[in-house]
Structure formats: C-alpha cells, structure tokens
C-alpha cells in the first residue's frame, strides 16, 4: 500500500522520470482494483436479497394459525417456502420437522 502510494508520488513529481509504460502498470491495477470491487458489491447485493427473501417468506408462514415465528421457520428450513406448500404437505412430513407438534397438524390439515 505503501510502495504504491510512493511510486504514484514519484510518478507526480518526476514525470519526466517515469516511464510510460510503469503509468500503464498503475492504471491497469487501479482499472482491475474497480472491476473487484464492483463484483464484490454485486454479490452481497445478492445475498442480502436472498436473506430479504426469506424473511419475508417466514413471516407469510406465521400468517398461518398456530404458526409462531419459530415454528416457521423451521418450517422454511425443512423446505417448507409457501403457506399453500405446508397446507398441501402431508402429516408425517410436517410432524418430522422439529417444533412442529400434532396440534400445529390438526389446526393446518383443518384449513385443507
């Protein structure tokens, strides 16, 4: 970080010093620097909107009667995205996801 701060320096103060092809090197690094830092936004931008997505998709779960902020999302873990896919699922799949009980099952299979 240091040595490229002072090879832009000397660049600065000795143009006629510098070559033009040690001023190419630097606008190349600095060009290829942008090109990653662009990239990296682009992928936390992505994975924001995904965690976005499922927050909003757990919260429709809890729409559901009986179905706490907890329970939906186990409900989302275990595959469950949609209100419509836990009321189409059948019993034993919905009781094999953990803090899902019978009761949560009778109040949902009474919605069907």
Request: charged letters at 30%.
């Amino acid at each position: 970080m240091i040595s490229k701060f002072l090879s832009k320096l000397k660049s600065i103060l000795f143009k006629s010093a510098v070559s033009p092809e040690t001023s190419l090197k630097i606008e190349k690094k600095a060009a290829k620097s942008a090109k990653t830092k662009t990239k990296t936004k682009t992928k936390s931008k992505l994975v924001n909107s995904k965690k976005n997505n499922s927050k909003k998709n757990i919260e429709t779960l809890t729409t559901l009667p009986g179905v706490g902020a907890k329970s939906a999302k186990a409900l989302y873990e275990a595959g469950f995205k949609t209100t419509k896919a836990v009321i189409a699922a059948d019993e034993k799949d919905l009781l094999a996801v953990s803090g899902v009980g019978i009761n949560l099952v009778k109040k949902l299979k009474k919605l069907k």
